[in-house]
């Protein structure tokens, strides 16, 4: 269950102003190193989340305007977009991913009550109500922190935000064919089930040392249990 917008507009709130402070930190040096991502610099990470905003602002105008205004114009166009923004000077990248998360807080202000009801379409595929886009924002800004890698872990995520993630990765593998039976338990935080109706392989441990697991960001360092492979929750 997506959490109500007032939650999530406040964590895509959040999730800006950290990661902007974080991209502010990164030395030139820095953004070109790699990232915890394979084949991505920490630049292309930036680049990501730029054209991730205006991609979502396009979900956002297409819910104001009733005009349809897919995310991207194809997969091939945003892997380019990406690629060509991460061949940006530094200071060109810190500036345009400012002006990126700019136009869109404007695009979410600027969305009628009624507009938060309107059906767009995600990346993936999927009708959604417009009032899931902050979630998709702050996901991607949330996850993407750590994949800037080093510094930052699951571990600076707010908590009830960690368990969102959980609640919402873990749904996603259930849906895959190659899941295996699992069941996560977070002390104090929560269960989950998921894969085929088979004897489930129990994994427990801290929920960010969990979301770092299923996620695919961590070895499983920390957690309890026989930790099976997962497949790619995205």
């Known amino acids: 269950m997506v959490p109500p917008l007032e939650q999530l507009l406040t964590w895509q709130d959040e999730g800006t102003e950290v990661v902007e402070k974080a991209v502010a930190t990164l030395t030139d040096a820095e953004l070109a190193q790699p990232s915890a991502l394979p084949d991505w610099r920490r630049a292309h990470v930036v680049a990501h989340l730029a054209r991730n905003a205006d991609a979502l602002v396009n979900l956002l105008t297409w819910a104001r305007t009733g005009v349809e205004t897919p995310m991207y114009p194809s997969l091939d166009s945003r892997a380019q977009d ?60 949330w996850v993407h922190l750590v994949d800037l890698g080093g510094r930052w872990t699951f571990d600076d995520v707010p908590a009830d935000l960690v368990l969102a993630l959980l609640g919402d990765v873990t749904s996603a593998l259930d849906r895959k064919p190659t899941m295996p039976a699992l069941t996560l338990v ?18 427990s ?22 930790l099976p492979a997962l497949p790619r929750w995205l």
């Open 82 to 141: 990406i690629d060509m923004t991460a061949l940006l000077s530094p200071t060109e990248l810190r500036t345009d991913l400012l002006a990126a998360n700019a136009r869109l807080a404007t695009a979410t202000s600027e969305l009628p009550q009624a507009g938060w009801r309107a059906r767009v379409r995600s990346a993936q595929g999927r009708d959604i109500p417009a009032s899931e886009v902050p979630w998709l924002r702050a996901r991607e800004l």
């Open 186 to 203: 977070a002390a104090d935080a929560g269960e989950w089930t998921i894969g085929p109706a088979a004897p489930a392989v129990t994994v």
């Open 205 to 226: 441990g801290p929920p960010a040392a969990l979301l770092g697991w299923v996620t695919g960001r961590t070895d499983g360092a920390g957690l309890t249990g026989d």
